[in-house]
């Protein structure tokens, strides 16, 4: 599995965008980048993936650096309920393995 | 919702006893998973089902045992646990497709289990 870093912990206010980083730098060709949320008493749920291009959803959107060595999750107004513990995970479907997390960002929201 | 059910919720047993937590999804997926989450740990893989065979074991303790009687439902029985294996266990699903994993994976909320 590719290693990931991710800050401990971030803070942002409500209703600014937020910049969560991940560094994969050993991040195989075929490895999509997952991204998961936790939020507290719950499990985790997804929230985007991408293999090369920028990606967008309702929730998110993903960039992905040109080497793919790194990527940002881009919350554009976060809100309280976005309070969580990010992680990103590379990824490629193969095998018979599910998702490896890590220790994740812890996402603070201030009002 | 997610779509995956776990139950029960909350689980307190003694060392001694023999009980099981159940998951259940209803999204068609064909693989299912369960993962623990102990206080200040990432979560941990502990089993993986693909179409009803169990494709990963991740040197889980055989006081766990898990069962899969078909792609929607999944058991984690458990016996002669220890305190050490109070957690918040996991369950979740996703498709696999042409033998790749989607990735997507539908968590559950968990069944939160306390061994005395």
């Known amino acids: 599995d590719a290693k990931t870093t991710q800050p401990n912990s971030m803070e942002s206010n409500e209703e600014e965008p937020v910049h969560l980083p991940c560094n994969h730098s050993?991040?195989?060709?075929?490895?999509?980048i997952h991204w998961y949320r936790q939020l507290p008493s719950q499990g985790p749920e997804y929230v985007i993936h991408?293999?090369?291009s920028n990606v967008n959803n309702r929730m998110a959107s993903l960039a992905i650096a040109e080497d793919r060595k790194s990527s940002t999750l881009i919350l554009h107004r976060a809100t309280l309920r976005d309070a969580a513990v990010y992680y990103c995970?590379?990824?490629?479907?193969?095998?018979?393995?599910?998702?490896?997390f890590g220790k994740g960002t812890h996402l603070i929201i201030q009002p | 919702e997610t779509g995956v059910t776990q139950t029960p919720r909350h689980l307190v047993m003694g060392m001694t006893n023999k009980k099981s937590l159940k998951c259940e999804q209803h999204?068609?997926?064909?693989?299912m998973y369960w993962y623990k989450q102990s206080a200040k740990k990432p979560l941990e893989l502990m089993f993986v089902?693909?179409?009803?065979?169990?494709?990963e074991n991740n040197s889980v303790p055989s006081r766990f045992s898990p069962e899969c009687p078909n792609s929607s439902h999944l058991f984690l029985h458990l016996h002669t646990l220890q305190p050490e294996d109070s957690a918040l266990y996991l369950c979740?699903?996703?498709?696999?497709?042409?033998?790749?994993?989607?990735?997507?994976?539908?968590f559950g909320e968990g069944s939160r289990l306390t061994v005395l």
């Open positions: 991408g293999l090369t």
């Open positions: 999204l068609g997926h064909n693989a």
């Open positions: 050993t991040i195989s060709g075929t490895d999509y």
């Open positions: 995970i590379p990824y490629s479907g193969g095998g018979a393995d599910g998702l490896t």
């Open positions: 089902y693909n179409f009803k065979e169990q494709t």
């Open positions: 979740a699903s996703s498709t696999r497709l042409a033998g790749l994993n989607t990735g997507e994976l539908f």
